[in-house]
């Protein structure tokens, strides 16, 4: 395609992150540059918005700064399932009756494999109708559990959340000599990122007794066991588990089967508070359990710097590479960690991400000891900001 001039749409989908406004800021900022585009428009509500022809025009305004601290989605998110066009014929028409109404010619979709899903439909179909568009993705989940790239954005500040938010809680049951079992649960379905992240309180002195990964399988007698043994040692207990952890069957051990989204995806949650009450029930210890939620990707008190810094330049080199012509691709990040933390951006076809999940890697991950080995802090710290972007803490 040769380059034309045309509209913008931007759409966010899925799951919000503290970074997915910041995203949506610098790449508003970087097309109004360009005299290849004339308009921006944004999906209300992802890609219902195509759907319901519920778009709004963006006005550069001082007003939008704000999306710079402001958590959440601010243009409305979704978790819509694009089907197939054999059997979305009429919704898939509907798409491209709004590309041509508003004379959109360059769409960015911010979000993650499910969304890179609906943006590579979108595309495919948009070329098979000859109309002509720049489809770029903008990767987004806390899951870090996009393929091809070192880290999503929003990982890294969800992370950071974590880590910090577990060494407070370390430092309030060391008040005392006799403390609980405190069990703090995070997101993550099948990959253990998040939990793993706080892996780094041990860089402040406060190191958890156990870390649950999906990748790893928890056998629930073998669970009670060290809880005691650790417990009984120290009277004083920190466990850290996904929210997604699964038997040695590859089931999830705690999910709501009636519950399900409409990408098929069991509900779960539940986790920490399933855990503390088992202890209690067995063990008879006092539990307190944290289910961080959307805490964690709602946060902006303590974003990584070095992960917005990054995300105003995805959105600047997606923004570049549409008007090259380039379509139908993800921008990444590539690193190089052997001399401090050096990166560049690059470009994958959506079809590399799109449905396809990244897990931790074995080579993290502490099998029998239920935990998390010391090579994963390598990969992460540099991405909370170094050791500076723990807080301090006494050490007990």
Known sequence: MSKIIGNLLYGQSGGPTSIINTSAYYLFK?????????KIYTLHYGIEGIINNDLREYIDSNEYKKLLTTPGAYFGSNRYKLNDEETDKEVYELI???????????FFYNGGNDSMDTINKISKYLRKNNYDCYCIGI?????????????SLGYASAAKFIINTVLEIYADDMSY????VNIIETMGRNAGWLSASAKLCELK????????????????????????????????????????????????????ESLIDQFGHNQLGGVSINLANLIKEKLGYKIRYYELSLLQRANVICKSKIEEKIAKEVSSFAIKSAL?????????????????YKYKLDLVDIDKISNKERFLPSIYIDKENDYIKDEFIDYLLPLVD??????????F
């Not at 000599?177 to 609980?180: A, D, E, L, Q």
């Not at 073998?222 to 417990?231: D, G």
């Open 324 to 340: 090259k012509g380039i379509s139908d691709k993800v921008v990444i990040i590539k690193a190089n960690r052997d001399n401090g």
């Open 205 to 256: 002195g406060a190191k958890v007794d156990m870390i649950f990964v999906p990748e790893n399988p928890l056998d629930l007698n073998s669970f009670l066991e060290k809880v005691k043994n650790i417990y009984e040692k120290k009277h004083h207990m920190i466990i850290v588990t996904s929210e997604g952890i699964k038997d040695k069957n590859g089931k999830f051990i705690f999910e709501s």
């Open 96 to 106: 491209l009756n709004t590309f041509k109404k508003y004379n959109i010619r360059y």
């Open 386 to 395: 170094g050791i500076d972007g723990l807080i301090d803490i006494m050490n």
């Open 30 to 38: 970087e097309a109004l540059k360009h005299k290849e585009i004339n």
């Open 139 to 151: 990767n987004k989940t806390i899951d870090n559990d996009l393929c091809e790239t070192d880290f």
């Open 177 to 180: 000599s006799k403390g609980r």
